[in-house]
């Protein structure tokens, strides 16, 4: 197994995509820390494991602040004597448009996805400093997070954060041989089940068939399992040499998005004033302007008779 012997973090794992994580690692060998906020759900995960032929405990705790984090790496190396792998997938939305979201709704968010993921990062970066492990910290992203979303401004500054926090931890973590990484994940989620355009691909996975090829192929839209892999391979030594990325996955997609660069420049002797600016702007960039948010492939009419009448 690729990752016998290692001890593997997977905050809010309880079920969805960290659960499909934390069941992928404990299938390459790792013991698994469970996480999740509900006790019944994080001990059914735990048996889950166990069914599986994988070896698990669960913390019950909400992911945020650092005594969470604490109680995480002190129960993998109480349970299975170290740690050398930190996913940090918990999360939660408060989706609203911006006159609608109130203070809690942003805070709460921002404290779950970006300083949840710093607050563990942080303890098990420190844990593997001081036991000289080469440990793997794969955080989770968001496509939200790198091109925006209409009603999450929250979710967006986090899953962006998190992705900013990656590239700087790759930096800092190198001379420790520790890797940093965030997943893109692309996949059926209790959220996308809400929204029509996913409906027949969601089916098809519920009736336990496979989703139809225009999801899985043109849109690279999947299941949980097929973002598993790719996380279970970051968390391996087959990736050693592999950190500060964005890697999307999904459906049989997998994608490496780029660093943020410049889409064009321009240079101007003396610098850019107002008049300068509005003479010339739209003239050197007009054409140039990127675009905001997912966009989604028109849906083939054999797949979308109920997702039109919805909208």
Known sequence: MSLSGKVAIVTGSGRGLGLAYARELARQGAAVVVNDVDAEVAA????????????????????GGTEAAQQLVQKAVEAFGRLDILVTNAGILRDKSLLKMTDEDFDLVINVHL???FTCAREAFAYFKDQGIAGRIITIGSPTGQRGNFGQSNYAAAKAGIVGMVRTWALEMKKAGVTANAVIPVAATAMTK????FTKAIEAD????AMPDFFRKDLGFG??????????????DAAAGVTGQAIGAGGDRLQLWTHPEAAATEYREGGWGYADLVENFGKLFGDKLQSVGEE???????????AAEAR
């Open 115 to 117: 300083k949840g993921t």
């Open 296 to 306: 989604l492939l028109p849906l083939p009419a054999d797949l979308a008779p109920e």
């Open 206 to 209: 519920e009736r336990g068939e």
């Open 194 to 197: 809400t929204v029509p355009y």
């Open 223 to 236: 299941t949980a399992d097929d973002v598993a892999g790719l996380v279970a391979f970051l968390a391996s």
């Open 44 to 63: 059914e995960a735990v048996r889950i494991i166990g069914a599986d032929g994988g070896r698990a405990v669960a913390v019950v705790a909400p992911v």
